[in-house]
């Protein structure tokens, strides 16, 4: 079983920053993109950053100079950081990790964490 766990996110004004961690734990063997998606109230869920395993970035046009994705590997952790934080990033934001969970086959599976509140506001 695979488990991840978010934490960091909260209220904070505009112009502020937050730090969001998830952590992976459980069984697996591999783990390859990670990414952080965050969905607004009556809006779809939108990729806002992904890191592949070899470190390349990816980042949504509305955070891009503002937003960093990083992973510690060895923590199975990735991470955002979010600085000059605007109003329209107020959102639920979720990561995202794919993973090999088998030595025995080499199918990916997606997995979830169960989101973190990120209010932005005065």
């Known amino acids: 079983q695979v488990q991840l766990v978010e934490s960091g996110g909260g209220l904070v004004q505009p112009g502020g920053s937050l730090r969001l961690s998830c952590a992976a734990s459980?069984?697996?063997?591999?783990?390859?993109?990670m990414g952080w998606y965050r969905q607004a109230p009556g809006k779809q869920r939108e990729l806002v950053a992904e890191i592949t395993s070899g470190g390349s970035t990816n980042y949504v046009d509305s955070v891009k100079g503002r937003f960093s994705i990083s992973r510690d590997n060895a923590k199975n952790t990735v991470y955002l950081q979010m600085n000059t934080l605007k109003t329209e990033d107020t959102a639920v934001y979720y990561c995202?990790?794919?993973?090999?969970?088998?030595?025995?086959?080499?199918?990916?599976?997606?997995?979830w964490g169960q989101g973190t509140q990120v209010t932005v506001s005065s």
């Open positions: 459980g069984s697996f063997v591999t783990i390859y993109d």
């Open positions: 995202k990790m794919t993973m090999r969970r088998f030595a025995t086959t080499p199918s990916r599976y997606d997995y």
